[in-house]
């Protein structure tokens, strides 16, 4: 049962236009969301995050937007450089735990 | 500070046989958590271990276990591999096991190879 969900595997962007990465979740207890960025041969490592109680959260290029109503996330990357190139991993985390739920993942390509 | 570290990074089994995979957490992180990566299915979560004490299991056989040591280090354990259990074994460590941020701080990986 995949309570996260990303259901585009690649994204491919041409450098210094906008990558917008998706993300639908069902749990309505999840309270945290997060961002993991992957690079090959490497652990993920932690972009941004955003609590179930706000809507937006921008850290420079990065911005992750929450629409609790559609069970909605999306990473907005502005501008995309080719150094972003990697897999992102969505992830939640209900309010009763240190569990967290993945996605699939969507491997990003910056396009030079 | 030194990061979450894992061993061995690459490995290769047999089936039939057991593993043990070492997750050594960032100093002063108490909460480890083991997550299985396998291709179209992203990280999958296996088990968290707060304190020495198991707190969360995710759904996986109980083929698959683990432990944490006093020092927060910790095993996790696969016994009688099969195939599908090839896959990028991830360890993650956070402070306090449920921080505000929720973030977690991930090694880079036991690479498990069953054949």
């Known amino acids: 049962d995949q309570q996260v969900k990303q259901n585009s595997p690649s994204l491919s962007v041409q450098e210094g236009r906008i990558s917008i990465l998706n993300c639908d979740y069902t749990?309505?207890?999840?309270?945290?969301f997060l961002w993991y960025k992957k690079y090959p041969a490497e652990g993920p490592t932690f972009l941004i995050s955003?609590?179930?109680?706000?809507d937006k959260n921008e850290d420079g290029r990065f911005t992750v937007f929450l629409n609790k109503s559609a069970k909605h996330l999306s990473l907005h990357i502005v501008p995309s450089q080719p150094g972003d190139s990697a897999v992102y991993f969505c992830?939640?985390?209900?309010?009763?735990?240190?569990?967290?739920?993945f996605g699939t993942g969507t491997s990003l390509t910056v396009i030079p | 500070k030194a990061g979450v570290t894992q061993t061995p990074r690459y490995l290769i089994k047999t089936r039939g046989q057991q593993v043990t995979l070492s997750c050594s957490p960032i100093?002063?992180?108490?909460?480890v958590s083991w997550y299985q990566q396998t291709p179209g299915q992203g990280l999958q979560f296996l088990f968290e271990?707060?304190?020495?004490?198991?707190?969360n299991k995710g759904n996986f056989p109980g083929r698959f276990s683990g432990r944490q040591f006093s020092n927060s280090r910790s095993e996790m354990n696969v016994s009688t591999l099969e195939l599908g259990d090839s896959a990028l074994y991830l360890c993650?460590?956070?402070?306090?096991?449920?921080?505000?941020?929720?973030?977690?701080?991930f090694g880079e990986g036991s690479r498990l190879t069953v054949l």
């Open positions: 993650a460590s956070s402070l306090t096991g449920h921080t505000n941020t929720g973030e977690l701080f």
């Open positions: 749990n309505s207890m999840f309270d945290y």
């Open positions: 955003i609590s179930s109680i706000k």
């Open positions: 992830a939640a985390r209900t309010n009763t735990g240190n569990q967290f739920y």
């Open positions: 100093s002063g992180h108490r909460s």
């Open positions: 271990y707060f304190s020495e004490t198991q707190r």
